[in-house]
C-alpha cells in the first residue's frame, strides 16, 4: 500500500514535527501518524487558549472590537467575534461542549436562532446564510449532533435553496443594498431564480460534511457536486468573485476556497476518481514548496508563518482522507 506522503513531491510530516508548537504536533500524531498524543485536555490549559477564554463575557460571547464596528444599531458583531474565536478555540485548541467557555458561547450563539432556523443578528433582521452555516459547523465539531435545533437549521438549509440547487445571499439576488437591508424589519427574500454563490454555499457544505449523519444526506452530495464544477471560476457575485480566492488559503476556515471545499467533498465520499477533485488536487501536487508546505496567499504579516504552518496540516488531512477513500 502506498503512503498518501509517497503521492506527493516532498513529506511535509518531518519539518512540521521539528516545530516548537505544541498544538500543532498533537494534531500531526493523532490525525497524520495515528499516534496517541495523550489527552486533547491538555490542551485547553495551555495560555493562548487560556487567553481567549479570559476574553469571554459573561453572557458567553466575545465583544467585537468597537473601532471596527459599521455603526447600525440593529447589526450584533458580538456574535461575529464570537465566531471568529470558537474557530480557534475548538479548530486549533480541541475544545468541546463539556468545556463552560464551550458551553456557555453555545448557549449565546442558539439564543440567536431565528424561528425559521437560521442564526440572526449579524447583519440586524436580515439572513446570514454563509455565518448560520459557520457557527452551526462549529457547534456540530464541539458534540451537538443530536441537539433538534441543529435539525431545525438543516430544514432551514434545504427551505432555502436557490432553485439551481445552491444558496446565495438574498440582497444581492433581490439587488437590495445593505444599509437598506438594515433599517427594514424583515428579512429581503432571495430572487430563487438567481444563481447559487459557491462562496457562500461552501460555508453551507462544510457544515454538512461536519455532521457524521447530515454528511451522507442527498443534499450534501448535490452541494458537492455544485461546489466542485465551480472550481477554479469566479463566482456569480461580487463577494469575493475573482477566481484567485480558490488558492488563498487560512486556518482556522473563514472563506471558501479550493481547501475548504475538497476537505469537505473527502467528509462527504467524493474520491479522486472524479474528474473535478483530480484537478484539485493536482493544483497541490504543482504547487508544494521546497519545504514541504503550500503558498497561502497570505504570505505577509507577522502570523504568517504560523498560518502556513496550520495550512498544511489541513492539506495534508485532507489528502490523506482522499488517498485513504481510494484504497
Known amino acids: 500500500m502506498i503512503d498518501w506522503r509517497q503521492k506527493i513531491r516532498v513529506d511535509p510530516v518531518p519539518m512540521l514535527l521539528s516545530l516548537d508548537n505544541v498544538t500543532l504536533v498533537f494534531f500531526i500524531k493523532r490525525d497524520l501518524l495515528n499516534q496517541d498524543p495523550g489527552p486533547i485536555e491538555n490542551l485547553w490549559e495551555l495560555p493562548a487558549a487560556e487567553k481567549i477564554i479570559a476574553k469571554q463575557q459573561s453572557n458567553g460571547s466575545w465583544k467585537y472590537p468597537s473601532s471596527r464596528k459599521s455603526g447600525h444599531k440593529s447589526e450584533n458583531y458580538n456574535l461575529l467575534e464570537t465566531y471568529r474565536q470558537l474557530r ?14 464551550i458551553s456557555k458561547a453555545a448557549d449565546y450563539v442558539l439564543s440567536h436562532q431565528s424561528e425559521e432556523g437560521d442564526i440572526r443578528g449579524i447583519f440586524g433582521s436580515q439572513y446570514a446564510p454563509h455565518y448560520t452555516a459557520g457557527l452551526i459547523e462549529l ?57 447559487f454563490a459557491h462562496a457562500l454555499t461552501g460555508f453551507v457544505l462544510r457544515t454538512y460534511a461536519a455532521h ?40 482556522p476556515y473563514w472563506w471558501v476556497n479550493l481547501l475548504t471545499a475538497l476537505d469537505s467533498l473527502s467528509l462527504i465520499g467524493f474520491t479522486r476518481e472524479d474528474e473535478h477533485i483530480q484537478n484539485g488536487l493536482d493544483w497541490f501536487a504543482h504547487n508544494q514548496s521546497e519545504d514541504g508546505l503550500w503558498p497561502t496567499g497570505y504570505e505577509k504579516g507577522k502570523k504568517a508563518q504560523a498560518m502556513n504552518e496550520w495550512v498544511g496540516l489541513s492539506i495534508c488531512r485532507m489528502l490523506k482522507r482522499f488517498d485513504a477513500g481510494s484504497e
Not at 161 to 172: N, S, T, V
Open 212 to 251: 457524521p449523519e447530515y454528511r451522507n444526506s442527498e443534499g450534501a452530495w448535490e452541494t458537492g457536486e455544485l461546489i466542485k464544477a465551480r472550481f477554479f471560476k469566479p463566482d456569480k457575485y461580487s463577494d469575493r468573485k475573482a477566481i484567485e480566492y480558490w488558492t488563498k488559503f487560512q486556518f
Open 88 to 101: 480557534f478555540l475548538i479548530d486549533q485548541y480541541g475544545l468541546n461542549k463539556s468545556h463552560p467557555s
Open 139 to 195: 457547534l456540530i465539531k464541539v458534540g451537538f449532533v443530536d441537539d433538534p435545533r441543529i435539525d431545525l437549521c438543516f430544514e432551514w438549509f434545504q427551505e432555502t435553496r436557490q432553485e439551481d440547487g445552491g444558496w446565495a445571499w438574498p440582497l444581492r439576488t433581490a439587488k437590495v443594498s445593505y444599509q437598506d437591508a438594515l433599517a427594514q424589519e424583515k428579512p429581503v427574500q432571495s430572487d430563487r431564480s438567481k444563481p
